[in-house]
């Protein structure tokens, strides 16, 4: 795929400039086509403006051709790269981002459709499969959506709590680890994400009776590792609020305190579901403890320092 490769990062603030937008496209595929104008091969970051900036410095300093992923039109990012795609997730006024977390997956799911392609090491037929779960996203989250007033009952029973964990394996510890964030970063509350197959390493530790443990186990493949892990926990105390497909959403209940079933779809789409109810609970948890939602304290929505 040649000697160049790009960075794809993230941006939040500048001016404008050249622009594709992903939103004008009708049909996926042609999304992906237009991506082939730019790939030629893909190193993928994900950190803050200030490191980000200073590596794609670094990278052009080296010879590098950059690619950055942004939201905002114009950013230091944007001004900064030989090419943008923009994500065009729309003003995000909290501190705490969530659109442009999820319209930024949707551009790294383009982007690996197309290297899968270009490489072939997706046949047409998964290829197809792919899409077409990627086109009912959108219908998905508002399933999610519609059920969110469990989410807020959730919140309501746990939001007291000094420390919450998230455990997941996979594609779910990934989740975990914006889950957690974003609870942290608006309700003040500790916590942590930890891969479920490491509890065994110290973390296990941690667990007292009443402690809330939040288990994602949506990548199917992995459930059951999982649910061995949740039974660990449950067995020293903790409470348990897990988050699954709906197809294993009735086992998950044989164990569980309370589940958050999320709609079926392909594994590699899995995040952009999983995330949205963890979003949700950090919300209903931080408006429980009367919280500053859009302004956590001590954050800024652009970090300038590396």
């Given at each position: 795929?040649?000697?160049h490769?790009?960075?794809l990062m993230?941006?939040?603030?500048?001016e404008?400039r050249?622009?594709?937008?992903?939103?004008s496209y009708?049909r996926?595929?042609?999304?992906v086509?237009?991506?082939?104008?730019w790939?030629?091969k893909?190193?993928?970051?994900?950190c803050?403006?200030?490191?980000?900036e200073a590596?794609?410095r670094?990278?052009?300093?080296?010879?590098?051709?950059v690619?950055?992923?942004?939201?905002?039109?114009?950013?230091?990012?944007?001004?900064?790269?030989?090419?943008?795609?923009?994500?065009?997730a729309?003003?995000?006024?909290a501190?705490a981002?969530?659109?442009?977390?999820?319209?930024?997956?949707?551009?790294?799911?383009?982007?690996?459709?197309?290297?899968?392609e270009?490489l072939g090491t997706?046949?047409?037929?998964?290829?197809d499969?792919?899409?077409s779960?990627?086109?009912?996203i959108?219908?998905?989250?508002?399933?999610?959506?519609d059920?969110?007033?469990d989410?807020?009952?959730?919140?309501?029973?746990y939001?007291n709590?000094?420390?919450?964990?998230?455990?997941?394996?996979?594609?779910d510890?990934?989740?975990?680890?914006?889950g957690?964030?974003?609870?942290?970063?608006?309700s003040?509350?500790?916590?942590?994400?930890?891969?479920a197959?490491?509890?065994?390493?110290?973390?296990?530790?941690l667990?007292?009776?009443?402690?809330?443990?939040?288990?994602?186990a949506?990548?199917?493949?992995?459930f059951?590792?999982?649910?061995?892990?949740?039974?660990?926990v449950?067995?020293?105390g903790?409470?348990?609020?897990?988050?699954?497909?709906?197809?294993?959403?009735?086992?998950?209940a044989?164990?569980v305190?309370?589940v958050i079933?999320v709609p079926?779809t392909?594994?590699?789409?899995?995040?952009s579901?999983?995330?949205?109810?963890?979003?949700?609970?950090?919300?209903?948890?931080?408006?429980?403890r009367?919280c500053?939602?859009?302004?956590p304290?001590?954050?800024?929505k652009?970090?300038?320092v590396?």
């Open positions: 795929m040649g000697d490769f790009f960075l993230y941006a939040t603030s500048g404008e050249n622009v594709t937008r992903f939103t009708r996926v595929e042609d999304a086509a237009m991506v082939k104008e790939l030629e893909a190193c993928c970051m994900d803050y403006p200030a490191a980000e590596a794609l670094e990278a052009k300093r080296l010879g590098a051709r690619l950055s992923i942004v939201n905002v039109v114009g950013s230091t990012i944007a001004r900064e790269s030989d090419d943008v795609l923009y994500t065009w729309g003003p995000e006024i501190v981002t969530t659109k442009a977390f999820s319209t930024q997956l949707a551009v790294v799911y383009l982007i690996g459709l197309y290297c899968a270009a997706l046949d047409e037929a998964e290829y499969r792919i899409v779960e990627l086109l009912l959108p219908t998905k989250l508002e399933q999610i959506l059920n969110r007033a989410i807020q009952y959730f919140a309501s029973l939001f709590h000094p420390s919450i964990f998230f455990i997941g394996r996979n594609i510890y990934a989740i975990g680890m914006e957690s964030l974003k609870l942290k970063e608006i003040y509350i500790h916590s942590e994400a930890y891969a197959g490491e509890l065994k390493h110290g973390t296990i530790s667990i007292e009776p009443g402690t809330l443990v939040v288990a994602l949506s990548y199917v493949k992995l059951d590792k999982t649910m061995s892990n949740v039974v660990e449950k067995s020293r903790a409470d348990v609020l897990g988050l699954t497909v709906d197809a294993r959403a009735a086992d998950m044989k164990t305190d309370h079933p079926d392909h594994p590699l789409l899995l995040p579901l999983d995330v949205v109810p963890m979003q949700l609970f950090a919300y209903y948890v931080a408006l429980q009367g500053d939602i859009d302004k304290r001590n954050l800024a652009s970090v300038t590396e």
